[in-house]
């Protein structure tokens, strides 16, 4: 930074000029170097003045502060000048994020195949004076296009099957009552069955080998 000392009724010592350069670097980290300084201190009685002025091309931050000796009020200066200096680089992050040429608006629905269709008819880009620009029709693509097959969902239950050996008419009133589609159960010669009940509301009788 290119820095101009002027001094009113106080000599500018090197102190003062060291403790200033020392805060000025903090600042250029902020907003760069390419800027210029102007630093007034000024002494009247007992009050010490400290005023300090960065310019460059796009900003200009200005701080002023009074103390009972130089120093002070040369430091509060230059935190004040950092704080505007931090604010200020906040405030045009916030912009370069938030701006945007156009905004566009879109209706877009689901293909079969995963992909999303846009809208032609819906589809605009206004830009910031309001006025609608060329619609083109565009296809988006979602990835994956296919939804991925869910895991089976697997459920134990010992419910479909008979602990006891009984017959065929047993069977088919013990699957009744316990409302199973499958039931699995032996006959008394030790044969292995199953029972299975078909869309239909029949019943068919599957002997196991």
Do not use: W
């Not at 296809?139 to 296009?145: C, I, Q």
């Amino acid at each position: 930074m290119n820095v101009e000392y002027t001094g009113r009724q106080t000599t500018i010592t090197k102190k003062l000029k060291t403790q200033t350069e020392a805060g000025l670097e903090r600042i250029a980290k902020i907003i760069g170097d390419g800027a210029s300084v102007h630093v007034i201190l000024t002494t009247e009685k007992y009050r010490r003045a400290a005023e300090l002025t960065v310019q460059s091309r796009n900003l200009k931050l200005v701080a002023s502060c009074e103390a009972t000796d130089m120093e002070t009020a040369l430091h509060d200066a230059l935190a004040a000048l950092e704080k505007q200096a931090i604010k200020q680089k906040k405030r045009k992050t916030t912009i370069k994020r938030n701006a945007k040429v156009g905004v566009r608006e879109v209706a877009v629905a689901p293909t079969a195949d995963g992909a999303l269709v846009v809208d032609a008819e819906l589809a605009t880009i206004v830009a910031r004076n309001g006025d609608a620009r060329k619609v083109v029709p565009m296809l988006v693509h979602s990835f994956p296009s296919h939804s991925p097959l869910t895991e089976p969902h697997l459920v134990r239950s010992k419910d479909g099957v008979a602990l006891r050996p009984m017959t065929l008419d047993e069977a088919v009133k013990e699957a009744a009552f316990r409302d199973r589609e499958v039931f699995v159960f032996r006959d008394h010669g030790g044969q292995a069955m199953v029972l299975h009940r078909k869309r239909d509301g029949k019943m068919e009788l599957i002997e196991v080998p």
